[in-house]
């Protein structure tokens, strides 16, 4: 796939996947979502489309209103735009729902791109961490 090795925990994952073509990041074994700064969807990995079940086009809808609604509360959103204001984004968390399975378990990596706006990083996996 790639000279770079990555993992879904290692530091600085969104630096990394920014050094990746389109085509190796549709190839990492977790979702990657890039975000503008306004919550538009720039990016939208196929990992992410197949294994979240949400095929459809999404790029330049909103995220947050269009695409994933139920991350639109104040422990996810909330606390994307409370990083966002310190001027740290780099959380992770356990997030429960899924578009397939409301009770299945993501666990979710947020981080700043270098262009402004956002990643986020979907593992449901929790052996690949």
Sequence with gaps: MSSIPLDFS????????????????????????????TGAVVRYSNTERQQSGFPHAVE?????????????????????????AAGLLDIEFEHIGDFTDPSRSLFVRIQSAAGGGYWIFINRDPSGM
């Excluded at 050094?19 to 990041?25: D, M, T, Y």
């Excluded at 995220?63 to 609604?69: H, L, Q, V």
């Design 10 to 37: 290692m530091p600085r994952l969104a630096e990394a996947v920014e050094r990746l073509s389109a085509e190796q990041v549709d190839a990492l074994p977790f979702g990657a979502i890039l975000l503008d700064p």
């Design 60 to 84: 330049g809808r909103l995220f947050f209103t269009e695409i994933a609604p139920c991350m639109n509360t104040p422990s996810v959103k909330g606390r994307i735009e409370r990083a966002m």
